[in-house]
């Protein structure tokens, strides 16, 4: 890829794809490194920073692997993402010589006997590194098809159905609530189609199941023997991928132009690879003492009550001459009810009834 030579560092970097690797990593990009002892380390770790920088951006989907004798110096500070992997010495008792990765545990260091005349023994990185596809299970998710004409099968079973079938037969609003809640659910089931998608965790966001279909059939026809056969799947699966990245850019570029700031703050999102970051709590006793403070702010300190006074005269409570009107009833109406519907949102998901919000325009 490109090379740098000057009196403070002497590095160069190779791009490798092998056949064998990880789906989730495009390339390995090699960079060695070579800083003398008599270089200018600041000068020098900055300019090896700036040009893995630059790489990164150039190839966001490749693993950055840099290694070499740095002698004194060390990339951590320029670098605070990458990890240093060589936890044995290499020369005498001091680590001359580093490896650092962007992937947190991805070697175990185990030294060597010395190549030849060497003054460095060698170290032998084990990987530890576990793909994503291994690392955790694939994920199962059902979807309901929502379709204009599944939406009036839906609202069509709505409209026969006896509704105070189900007002007789309930002694109070609870089983009511629950057993209409139930019959819509039913009939939702029973109208809408699902279906079952099977995730990876190391899947593209373009990789469809068509993809995956055509990259099965390639395998099949690797194994039969079929060199013909082969070439024509393979051929095919390249063309639809270069379809589905164009096709997935294009939406892309639709989320940004559409006037939703939820559709652009998911674009952004899937091109920045950005993850919310977990909450995490802290053990705050202070902030437990303060929050019991607020609570109870309004409890009086003392409790014991007060003698009387001999000087206190108690007068008698008298009823109000009016008695106090009971509060109105509360009155809600059909309209009210339907204006409450039509203003949930359809991406929204179901609450602890399990009725999906897409339900709502069909219930007016």
Known sequence: MKKMCCPDLEAFFINCKPFYSPREFSSFILVSVYIPPQAHVSSALQHLADEITHTEQQHPDSVIIILGDFNKANLSHELPKFKQHISCPTRDKNILDHCYTTIKDAYRSVPRAALGLSDHCLVHLLPTYRPKLKSAKPVVRTVKRWTSET??????????????????????????????????????????????????????????????HLRQAKEDAFRNGDRVLYNQARNTLNKEIRVAKRSYAKKLENQFSANDPASVWKGLKYITNYKTPSPSTEANQQLAEDLNEFYCRFETAGLTPHAPSEHLSIQPLTPPATPLSPPPALRISEDDVRQIFLKQKKRKAPGPDGVHTSLSENLC
Do not use: H
């Open 151 to 212: 939406e009036q099968d839906l609202q069509a079973c709505f409209e026969c159905t006896d509704w105070s079938i189900f007002e007789a037969g309930a002694t109070d609003l609870d089983e009511l609530t629950e057993t209409v809640t139930s019959y819509i659910s039913f009939c939702e089931d029973m109208c809408i189609p699902t279906r079952t998608y099977l995730s990876f965790n190391n899947d593209k966001p373009w990789f469809t199941s068509k993809l995956r």
